[in-house]
């Protein structure tokens, strides 16, 4: 059965998340320390959460960063449903003209 323990102090948790940021591995903290690697990762990952930096679950994605992935993805989708309306529309003007638009290869 697991030992009980009290919760580790907001204190604590905020410096093991802040030698982790300086560069330290969670399980070499964990060999020092009481907490287990697996908690101190956690804990990195709910700051980063609190901060900004990070989705939670989001695969390292910084929130501007996501915004701005959604921003351009359906910026893109708009983008190719138009060119494909263009591409349509200049292929009906051809059959009505009986002409190829240039940049066709006539065929």
């Not at 059965?1 to 982790?20: A, G, I, T």
């Not at 330290?24 to 901060?51: C, H, M, N, Y």
């Amino acid at each position: 059965m697991p030992k009980s323990r009290p919760p580790y102090s907001p204190e604590f948790r905020r410096q093991m998340v802040d030698l982790v940021r300086a560069g330290r591995d969670p399980d070499e903290l964990a060999r020092e320390f009481e907490p287990t690697g697996q908690s101190i990762r956690a804990w990195v990952a709910k700051s980063s959460e609190k901060d900004g930096r990070h989705e939670a679950g989001g695969a390292g994605l910084a929130v501007p960063e996501r915004d701005e992935l959604v921003r351009l993805r359906r910026e893109n989708k708009q983008l190719r449903l138009e060119r494909d309306i263009l591409s349509k529309a200049a292929a009906w003007f051809a059959r009505e003209t009986g002409t190829l638009p240039s940049g066709s290869s006539g065929s």
